[in-house]
């Protein structure tokens, strides 16, 4: 009887460390979507807004690999 008693205390503990967990989770996601949202200002959005120049080279044609796809004829 006495490993019995281990086992119920055991799930009643493990029932209320998950119902205070999913609780916690459910108030940090209230308490986000109630918050302001911040914005940059105005001349930090204009910089991001720039697109800079990619360097890097286009790859040519001719030597693409759909140039090297061969089908057997006996299809």
């Known amino acids: ?3 019995s008693s281990r086992y119920v205390l ?3 503990l493990s029932t209320a460390l998950f119902i205070g967990a999913a609780l916690a ?3 940090a996601v209230g308490q986000a979507a109630t918050a302001p949202v911040s914005r940059p200002p105005a001349s ?4 991001s807004a720039t ?5 890097t ?3 040519d044609p001719a030597q693409s690999a759909d ?3 061969s089908f057997p004829s006996d299809i």
């Open 67 to 69: 140039h090297n796809v």
């Open 44 to 47: 930090q959005l204009e910089e």
């Open 25 to 27: 989770t459910l108030r």
């Open 1 to 3: 009887m006495q490993k």
């Open 10 to 12: 055991l799930i009643a």
């Open 57 to 59: 080279v286009a790859p």
């Open 51 to 55: 697109i800079q120049d990619d360097p």
